[in-house]
């Protein structure tokens, strides 16, 4: 049977400081697309560098912006990376052997390790955070929860050797930040949908994320930055749940 061909895909929007890196892991690939929403850094000559097929598209959201890449593909298999992620050189000899004969898989599960503060996590449930990153993309949906996506394979999966090496913030501030805004997407979905809440409540679910982080998914074991991470945790369960109570009293003083 002849190897399949397979598209990498990545969408940007200024991601020049480590697209290099990711486009390079991806060089296996026959064809490599990537999406961009408008950035304004060298993200499109560092794409056009690696001979990759470049597509501007105002960001309609991660499902559309997905759907407008797919609609693009013509090859039957996609390895999807974010521009802050880098395939392992593990990874990425597990994901061409495994494309030398997919037989009925529908897609590969890749383990992803995650720079946060000051090392990569191995606990704290942020390990092995397995992702279809490897699919038929005749088999593949995409699913969207608030600001955050996944793939959703239709038919059989199994585990790939190796990790995506994730750079997810550039620092705390950017983590910070991006809590600011996951959260008060998350509150305004839940109040839309009926759900209200109060300040118990918001302190409530932040000692029990606190918990659930640092203790039961053995943050502890991840130093410095598992506690850290554990602290953030608590803060963004807290932020999620408080502008919800806020949002009920702006309802009601409003009314």
Avoid at 208 to 215: E, L, T, V
Wanted: aromatic fraction near 12%.
């Amino acid at each position: 049977m002849a190897k399949p061909e397979v598209t990498g895909l990545v969408l940007t929007l200024n991601g020049a400081k480590h697209l290099g890196a990711c486009l390079a892991s991806l060089d296996f690939c026959d064809q490599i697309l990537v999406v961009d929403s408008g950035s304004t850094d060298a993200t499109h000559d560092i794409a056009a560098a690696r001979k990759a097929r470049v597509l501007v598209n105002p960001w309609p959201g991660p499902k559309k912006q997905f759907e407008f890449a797919f609609a693009r593909i013509t090859t039957p298999w996609v390895v999807s990376l974010d521009q802050d992620e880098i395939l392992s050189a593990e990874l990425r000899a597990s994901v061409i052997q495994a494309l030398q004969d997919p037989a009925d898989m529908s897609a590969f599960l890749c383990p992803r390790t995650s720079f946060y503060f000051d090392r990569f996590l191995r606990h704290s449930g942020w390990y092995p955070d397995l992702l279809p990153r490897v699919f038929k993309l005749a088999d593949t949906g995409v699913h969207v929860s608030g600001p955050h996506y996944g793939f959703e394979p239709k038919g059989k999966t199994r585990r790939l050797a190796g990790d995506i090496i994730h750079y997810p913030y550039e620092n705390l501030k950017q983590h910070v930040e991006k809590i600011n805004y996951y959260t008060q997407i998350a509150a305004e979905e839940m109040h839309a949908k009926g759900k209200r809440a109060g300040v118990a409540t918001a302190v409530g679910h932040g000692l029990a994320r606190f918990m659930k982080i640092y203790f039961f998914r053995r943050g502890f074991l991840d130093g410095k930055a598992g506690f850290v991470l554990a602290v953030n945790s608590f803060f963004y369960a807290f932020q999620k749940y408080i502008r919800l109570a806020e949002l009920g009293t702006a309802k009601h003083r409003d009314s």
